[in-house]
């Protein structure tokens, strides 16, 4: 422990010279040709340094500033939750809530055997769902592929040449691909494996059975499927639970879990104003401009003029200048008699700011667009990043986005008494996963950051907040043979936490590290 009155030279003992020439030594390992794109360090001014070994610096600087990091994919620990949620989490249809299911080829025809025993079905492979179109040329392209018959509306019908459906009503098609009575014989076992694969390739792995006689549907899928309403979900993986995937991202805010919102009261800040003075404050005083001309013709239609305030101008009036309108009127003259006709081709200037927003190329333009603008919780996916799929898998109740909600002391608790509330299928996929996650909770809560949500945004964390969790984590990588400098670790801790950071220090060292304060 380095300790001594400020400017003294404690950080520059650490900092400068220990922790520079460590690196300088650990840079000098490089090739000359790796080393020319790193820069080469100066030698700090020492006589001489010995045993030093590899050097890690936790400083007090946060981490990113980037908003797609989070205290949960700093610390790895959300890293592993994907992985848990990919492997162990069960779907849940966001249509009916039922579980989903997926099934393999093999245990769809021994389903299939099982529940429609000595009666005639049809097997089917979907092909369009709920669209509009003619589809002359789908089939025609079905009919040359040497299908006979196909379902459309829920209704079999043969193919015939130059067959169409309306082209402005949604339909849904179905390749009739085998019609069969199911019985338990050689041949038949050997027909329906046929049929399934053709009807799994012609329906992209989905296929529908329906019962000649009670005409009852049932989907099957070799992805996640919901029984009843048919939608499905692919057979997830960790990316599908990242909100920095486009697989996983919720589409409307692209897993920020924030969405820019035009403010009204940063448009009009004062009411009591008229347009003319600039009560609009993006546009500012009048001047002779396009915009000004269309707000008069705008008040020629309503009734207005630029002079009023604008408390006094109708709702109707309002919403038109700020989201737009497009449209021919003509108005009499009082004064001549004549007939004028005006056309209104406007924006909006709610529309103008946010287009500014998310599509100009200039940073200024930007910047003066957001002056106007609110960053709120993204409505999609309530803040959660993730797609809606994401979060209808769920392990004892929970889903992803609520854990990363929980705070880590809360989290601790859910995952010490989830156990029992795991399958046995689960338990053995699960258990290295939540041993790992379990272990980085732990080094969170010893480093007095039990108070942390796995969601909070890494940019806003404080420097002794980020140290400490730099800190956790390396405890958590169980490095050994490492010096390790840290800067005032203790700072904005409270006092009661200092015994179990000073624990977690010394566990550092009795791996077998230095640690130097
Ligand atoms: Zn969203």
């Given amino acids: 422990v380095i300790t001594g009155l400020s400017g003294s030279g404690k950080s520059s003992l650490a900092f400068d010279t220990i922790y520079a020439e460590g690196q300088r030594r650990y840079i000098e390992t490089f090739s000359a040709y790796a080393r020319q794109f790193l820069g080469g360090l100066e030698r700090p001014d020492v006589d001489k340094i010995d045993g030093l070994s590899p050097v890690i610096a936790i400083e007090q600087k946060t981490t990113s500033k980037s908003p797609r990091s989070t205290v949960g994919t700093i610390t790895e620990i959300y890293d592993f939750l994907r992985l848990f949620y990919a492997r162990a989490g069960e779907a849940y249809s966001y249509n009916s809530g039922e579980k989903m ?111 000649q006689e009670s005409q009852e549907v049932r989907f099957f899928s070799r992805n996640l499927m919901c029984p009843s309403t048919g939608i499905s979900y ?71 003029k630029l002079t009023d305030p604008i408390e006094k101008i109708s709702p109707e009036a309002i919403d038109m200048i700020l989201n737009g309108g497009n449209e021919k009127f003509s108005v009499v003259s009082k004064v001549m008699g004549i007939t004028k006709e005006y056309k209104i081709d406007f924006e909006g200037i ?43 898998f769920k392990i004892n109740e929970k889903n992803i986005g609520e854990l990363s909600a929980m705070d880590i002391d809360e989290l601790s608790l859910w995952f010490q008494e989830l156990e029992p509330h795991l399958s046995e299928k689960q338990k053995a996929i699960a258990t290295e996963i939540v041993k790992e996650i379990r272990a980085r909770l732990s080094f969170l809560v010893d480093v ?70």
């Avoid at 007095?448 to 984590?473: D, F, H, M, P």
């Fill in 350 to 392: 709610s529309n103008f700011i946010k287009n500014q927003h998310d599509e100009s190329d200039s940073a200024t333009i930007k910047r003066w667009a957001k002056e106007f603008m609110d960053e709120v919780d993204c409505p999609v996916c309530e803040g959660t990043r993730l797609r809606k799929e994401a979060l209808y």
């Fill in 101 to 211: 299911v997926s099934y393999s080829d093999e245990q769809i025809k021994e389903l299939i055997f099982e529940n429609f025993n000595g009666k005639r079905i049809n097997i089917l492979a979907p092909v369009i769902r709920s669209r509009k179109g003619h589809y002359r040329e789908l089939f025609e392209q079905i009919s040359k592929q040497g299908f006979v018959k196909v379902r459309v509306d829920g209704e079999i019908r043969d193919l015939e040449f130059g067959m169409k459906v309306d082209r402005y009503k949604t339909h849904d098609i179905e390749i009739v691909i085998d019609r069969m009575l199911i019985e338990n014989t050689e041949d038949n076992d050997k027909r329906l494996t046929e049929s399934i694969k053709t009807a799994m390739y012609h329906g992209e792995d989905i296929m529908m059975v329906i019962e």
């Fill in 448 to 517: 007095g950051l039990n108070y942390l949500s796995l969601n909070r945004s890494s940019k806003s964390l404080s420097g002794g907040e980020a140290q400490r969790i730099r800190l956790a984590t390396q405890i958590g990588s169980q490095l050994v043979g490492v010096l390790y400098i840290l800067d005032e670790p203790s700072i904005g801790l409270h006092q009661r936490d200092n015994e179990r950071l000073i624990r977690s220090l010394e566990q550092l060292r009795d791996i077998g590290n230095s640690v130097i304060v």
């Fill in 234 to 304: 692919p057979n997830p993986e960790p990316n599908n639970f990242s909100f920095n995937s486009p697989k996983g991202a919720c589409e409307h805010c692209n897993g920020l879990g924030l969405v820019s919102e035009v403010n009204l009261n940063k448009i009009i800040p004062n009411p009591k104003l008229s347009i003319k003075n600039g009560g609009f404050a993006p546009l500012g005083e009048q001047k002779n401009s396009w915009i000004f001309k269309q707000l008069e013709i705008i008040g020629e239609k309503f009734g207005f």
